[in-house]
């Protein structure tokens, strides 16, 4: 029952500070502090990255165009035409997730009360209840990474249909499909945010459970794969599937 | 047998029902993914990329059934 308690713990996402806008309370839980980390970590190696760029790629310019480059070929299997505009999109959700689900392995490093209950130093205990999970698992994160993706269809149908053309294809092969249409957005919302959420909160309880069981050695092999597989695995999923319906809107 | 035990058995068994159901899906796409492999290994490509769609399609309905049932346990 102790354990039961820890793990909803674990899984809920703690506010660390809160601040007031316009009267409005704004809570920041600590899914969103690790989200600041990961973009000023991607700001930070794109800035460095990007520097100047030589014609002929040496050094740290082959890395980035072999990343370029998959994104490229990966939007232009899946997309088809018009490939080019959604190339950057595609690619930054992509990034994006890989490295928010596969934050996970640093889950390792201990809290400031653990760390106070092994060295006894003062100083660790005054730290905020802070750890570094996945911001994935909280589902605000994945509904936001969804709607987002939905607002992109929506603008590639309008962007290269027209707009009556987007309208139309509402109605496209008999107009009694019309309602199935529009809670087919609605659906594609909820199905794309609950399978990024559920696979990665699962693979985050089963890892916590291993952790608590087995402390040493064995947590390393099964990290390997609901950690890193799993998360590049979804992250994949999730722009694959974004990708598909972006060409079906295109098309 | 108190409401909390049924709690958990509810909880449980909706995992483990939808669990199996889509352990067969997933299983039976699998299988005729590496027949049609075997078969023409030239196409093996585009067969894993509709392999992973598919397979993600069926493992989402394993995750529904793990959402609810964090909902049914955490929401009494």
């Known amino acids: 029952m102790e354990f039961g308690k820890e793990l909803v713990q674990q899984i809920s996402s703690h506010e660390i500070f809160s601040f007031s806008l316009f009267g409005i309370n704004i809570p920041v839980t600590d899914t969103v502090i690790v989200m600041w980390i990961i973009m000023a970590f991607l700001a930070v190696f794109s800035i460095i990255f990007t520097r100047r760029l030589k014609l002929i790629p040496e050094g740290r310019q082959n890395i980035v165009e072999t990343i370029v480059e998959f994104i490229n070929n990966f939007t232009k299997d899946t997309v088809g035409h018009h490939w080019e505009h959604f190339a950057p999109y595609i690619g930054t959700i992509f990034i994006f997730l890989i490295i928010s689900n596969c934050i996970s392995v640093f889950a390792v490093i201990p809290k400031g009360e653990e760390l106070y209950r092994l060295t006894h130093v003062e100083f660790f205990r005054n730290l905020p209840d802070f750890s570094i999970r996945p911001p994935t698992k909280d589902v605000n994160t994945t509904m936001c990474m969804a709607v987002m993706s939905i607002i992109m269809v929506v603008y590639a149908g309008i962007r290269f249909k027209g707009f009556p053309g987007w309208i139309k294809s509402f109605v496209e092969p008999i107009p009694v499909v019309l309602p199935m249409k529009i809670t087919e957005y609605l659906i594609r919302i909820l199905s794309l945010s609950f399978r990024l959420f559920g696979n990665i909160l699962g693979a985050f309880i089963i890892m916590e459970i291993v952790y608590f069981l087995m402390p040493a050695v064995i947590p390393a092999g099964l990290s390997i794969y609901f950690d890193l597989f799993d998360g590049v695995l979804q992250a994949f999923i999730f722009v694959f599937l974004t990708s598909i319906y972006i060409a079906e809107a295109v098309e | ?76």
Not at chain 2, 14 to 19: C, D, N, P, R
Not at chain 2, 30 to 59: C, D, F, H, M, W
Not at chain 2, 64 to 71: K, Q, R, S
Request: overall charge neutral; cysteine-free; aromatic content about 4%.
């Open chain 2, 1 to 76: 047998m108190n409401s909390e035990s049924l709690i958990a058995i509810a909880a449980g068994a909706a995992v483990a029902i939808t669990g199996m159901a889509a352990a067969f899906g997933i299983g039976a796409a699998t299988q005729k993914a590496v027949e049609s492999a075997a078969r023409q290994p030239e196409a093996a490509n585009s067969i894993l990329r509709i392999l992973v769609l598919g397979a993600s399609l069926v493992e989402a309905t394993a995750v529904y059934a793990l959402i609810i049932g964090l909902i049914i346990l955490f929401t009494k």
